[in-house]
């Protein structure tokens, strides 16, 4: 999915990415870089993909091996 695809899917679902930041303890641009694609966390990555209903590898295809 791209960036765009992401954020509109946590729109969708009332999601916002401070929310995900809260519940793991990070900072909200964390949560963003991970998004654009600008740094890498697996577990903000599985906390974004579970918020919009989605596998992991559905949403961050580029990072399965």
Do not use: C, N, W
């Not at 946590?10 to 809260?22: F, K, S, Y």
């Not at 579970?50 to 091996?65: D, L, M, N, Q, S």
């Amino acid at each position: 999915m791209t960036p765009r695809e992401i954020r509109a899917q946590l729109m969708l679902r009332g999601i916002r990415q401070q929310r995900i930041a809260e519940q793991l303890g990070v900072r909200a641009a964390a949560v963003s870089q991970v998004i654009d694609r600008k740094a890498r966390s697996a577990r903000i990555e599985a906390a974004i993909a579970r918020a919009i209903g989605r596998p992991v590898h559905e949403v961050f295809p580029e990072y399965v091996a």
